[in-house]
């Protein structure tokens, strides 16, 4: 059966969930790291970086305005999988653990009786930071800063795909592809960038491009730009190999496929390269797209939403109690079925960093580092319909951005908006009061104990050379 018009779409969930039918349907969840909304096809980009996105996006829902909790991959993903904003789950700097008693969507599926598989190409998202939890198969692969992941998180997933459906039971998949991540590789099969512009040819480190001087001009950001829309390219090449595999296999009528981004990537909009640091748009505002089992006839979703209610809309998409009322998120599954109403929880970001010169190696070259920065940040963002607020907690300042009319934010509205900036802090600290609220026990920093992990630190631009 090709796909169900979404007028049917509450009949086939239903159905899908138990009500009239035995099946459970499947989930299939894609995430890719760095992923820029704006880079892709179905958001509007000109340029042919994401056919496979772009045709997934043709057939299911496409969420315009999705917010990461955080700019960079740890605590955004384990707020994706936990529902848990970082203030609760308390994976808000650098190399903490996943807490054992974080409730993962893994952990939920498998007591509903799921199958359940993983396959990361992150370290910092892996074993060692428990973020295995609830998977009965859990692959991390080999790749990362200095070589390309995406075919070998490809080959582990469909390898991981074809004994998920061999074990007959509905199933789980979680498949995190990293090569939109820095450093760009060239990848001239594509014809989207040129083999080097001014003085870069594709070679230079992350914080050798954030250390030139003068800063890169236009051509030489369009070459930046223009490998990472290769990379792009290339990981969507190896999302639409596993799709493929999906429909070999005869199950993509039955299984819900989601992409999303843990955050996207700056190229210099505030001077930096990268992310981390900062709570603009370009950072925490993450394509999102949903495929209803079997597709469906193409919808835009304008009204903003946190990634955080991930986790509980597609436990509802399943039919699956979450046995959890304290989640933060609201499920938006109204959104997709148009059964229900659906309110809005708070949308709001956070970055809680400090840059921890892992071992004492790190710590002595970051005396006569070359690189000033900031150790400590402590930055929230509060979304409200057009307005957004960017709160510095160190910094002391206040940022108001009607998101309308200056999409790009660079006119602070604060002193001439008042109002609204005392109205959204006080929504921005009852939601953190709540998150906290719902705090897990922390787990304390593992430290990277080799010189190796020390340096692939710094080549990701996380630590300072």
């Avoid at 892996?126 to 295995?132: L, P, T, V």
């Avoid at 039955?254 to 992310?275: K, P, Q, S």
């Amino acid at each position: 059966m090709r796909a169900i018009a979404f007028h049917l779409l509450t009949i086939g969930l239903l159905a899908a969930s138990g009500c009239g039918s035995d099946a459970s349907p499947n989930l299939l969840l894609i995430v890719v790291d760095t992923l820029r909304a704006d880079h892709l096809g179905a958001y509007g980009y000109p340029r042919p970086t994401s056919p496979a996105i772009d045709a997934l996006a043709s057939q299911g829902l496409l969420f315009r305005r999705a917010y990461s909790t955080a700019p960079w991959t740890q605590p955004s993903v384990a707020s994706l999988i936990t529902g848990l904003h970082p203030a609760s789950h308390q994976v808000d700097r650098l190399l903490r653990v996943l807490p054992e008693s974080a409730d993962t969507l893994a952990e939920v599926l498998s007591r509903a009786g799921y199958a359940t598989g993983g396959v990361v190409s992150h370290w910092l998202i892996g074993e060692r930071f428990q973020f295995d939890q609830g998977y009965a198969v859990f692959r991390e692969t080999q790749g990362g800063e200095e070589t390309l992941s995406t075919p070998s998180v490809t080959a582990e997933a469909i390898q991981m795909l074809i004994g998920l459906v061999e074990d007959e039971r509905p199933f789980y998949l979680f498949v995190h592809y990293f090569d939109p991540h820095y450093s760009y590789r060239h990848h001239p099969e594509y014809g989207l960038a040129p083999s080097s512009a001014g003085r870069l040819d594709g070679r230079e480190g992350i914080w050798d491009l954030r250390a030139l001087d003068p800063p890169p001009d236009e051509p030489e950001l369009g070459f930046i730009r223009d490998l990472y829309d290769g990379e792009i390219r290339f990981t969507d090449e190896g999302i639409s190999r596993l799709l493929g595999e999906l429909e070999r296999l005869g199950v993509s009528d039955d299984t819900w496929v989601v992409l999303v981004a843990d955050h996207g990537e700056e190229f210099f909009e505030r001077g930096w390269l990268g992310h981390t640091r900062t709570l603009y748009d370009e950072l925490i505002r993450v394509p999102l797209v949903i495929r209803p089992p079997g597709g469906g006839d193409p919808r835009v979703v304008q009204e903003p939403l946190s990634l955080v209610s991930l986790m509980p809309t597609l436990l509802d998409l399943l039919g699956i109690d979450a046995g959890d009322p304290s989640l933060p998120g609201a499920s938006f599954a109204p959104l997709i079925t148009g059964v229900g109403s659906w309110r809005p929880a708070a949308i709001y970001s956070e970055v809680d960093r400090y840059d921890e010169r892992a071992g004492q190696r790190a710590q002595t070259a970051a005396a006569n580092s070359k690189f000033p920065t900031r150790s400590m940040l402590h930055k929230q963002a509060l979304v409200e319909g057009r307005w957004k607020l960017v709160v510095d907690q160190l910094g002391g300042s206040r940022e108001l951005y009607d998101l309308d009319a200056d999409p790009g934010e660079r006119n602070d509205l604060a002193d001439r908006e008042p109002q609204v900036v005392v109205r959204m802090i006080r929504q921005l600290e009852a939601a953190i009061a709540d998150a906290r609220e719902s705090q897990l026990p922390r787990v304390g920093a593992e430290r990277v104990q080799t010189e190796n992990e020390i340096q692939r630190l710094i080549d990701l631009g996380y630590v300072t050379p």
